[in-house]
């Protein structure tokens, strides 16, 4: 063992970059998963504010387009405009909370991914793409948040 630098290796050289970068990631907390959960906080933030927006829009439309007229809630925008807005709500705070590394935030994402993954499915007749998209990014974010968490910690990681 020797010591240079102020680093103390086994190896009796200096430690290689990857020793030092792992040495600061343990000291700020982070790991190999903290990616993860960056990419699900990020994705529910941007996901909320889309789900808002869409509500807004509902609230001031009013009328749905003639191709929604036998959509499963109905035709009325007000509808889908009040559960887009709580599962935007629910989406953008569980986001930011995940970025802040909060574990019963990962678990209320979990629930706000599942629902508004399968509220996009709702619209797969309408906007098969954008409604692809939607369920594919909600499958990654469950997996990052359930995979990628310690289960011992209740309030943070």
Do not use: N
Request: charged share 10%.
């Amino acid at each position: 063992m020797s010591v240079e630098a102020g680093v103390t290796t086994k190896r009796g050289t200096d430690a290689s970059t990857a020793d030092e970068v792992a040495a600061v990631d343990t000291a700020l907390g982070m790991d190999e998963w903290s990616g993860w959960l960056t990419f699900a906080g990020l994705v529910m933030i941007i996901a909320g504010s889309m789900r808002v927006f869409d509500a807004i829009w509902a609230f001031s439309s009013g009328t749905a387009p003639e191709r929604l007229d036998h959509a499963l809630l109905g035709d009325s925008l007000s509808t889908y405009a009040w559960l887009w807005l709580i599962i935007g709500i629910v989406l953008f705070v569980s986001g930011c909370a995940v970025m802040i590394r909060s574990q019963i935030a990962r678990w209320i994402g979990v629930g706000a991914s599942v629902v508004g993954a399968v509220s996009a499915i709702w619209w797969m007749p309408y906007y098969p793409a954008w409604s692809f998209v939607y369920v594919a990014l909600g499958i990654l974010v469950v997996y990052a948040l359930v995979a990628h968490g310690q289960p011992g910690s209740t309030f943070g990681y």
